[in-house]
C-alpha cells in the first residue's frame, strides 16, 4: 500500500500542467511547432521540451515578447503566473487580465 501511495505522489506531480501550456499549444497550432522554433531563435527540442509535464510553467518568460511577436499569442495567456511583474507596461492594456490581488 505505502508503494501505491509514494507512485501516486510521484505521479500526481508528472501529471500537473505547466503554467500557460494552452496558450503554448496554440502559439504552436498557428504556426507549426518547428516554424515557430525557428522564427524565435530557437531549436525544436528546446521548445518542445516547454511542453513536458511536471514543469511549473510552459513557457520560459525570455522567449515570451518573441512568441506574441510571431504568433499573436499574449504573453499575459503565456505567462498568467507573473505576467503583471515582468512586464508591467501591459496593465491595463485593451484584453488584458487584472492584476491578481495577493493575499498574504
Known amino acids: 500500500m505505502q508503494e501505491?501511495?509514494?507512485d501516486n505522489a510521484s505521479m500526481s506531480t508528472l501529471e500537473k500542467t505547466p503554467a500557460g501550456l494552452d496558450?503554448?499549444?496554440a502559439a504552436i497550432e498557428r504556426v507549426?511547432?518547428?516554424v515557430l522554433a525557428e522564427r524565435i531563435g530557437a531549436n525544436y527540442q528546446l521548445v518542445q521540451?516547454?511542453?513536458a509535464p511536471g514543469r511549473r510553467f510552459a513557457t520560459p518568460v525570455e522567449w515570451c515578447a518573441e512568441i506574441e511577436r510571431v504568433t499573436g499569442v499574449p504573453r499575459w495567456e503565456l505567462r498568467p503566473d507573473v505576467w503583471w511583474k515582468v512586464w508591467p507596461e501591459?496593465?491595463?492594456r485593451s484584453g488584458a487580465p487584472d492584476v491578481p490581488v495577493s493575499v498574504e
Open 4 to 6: 501505491n501511495l509514494a
Open 23 to 25: 496558450a503554448l499549444n
Open 32 to 34: 507549426g511547432l518547428g
Open 49 to 51: 521540451g516547454w511542453r
Open 90 to 92: 501591459l496593465i491595463g
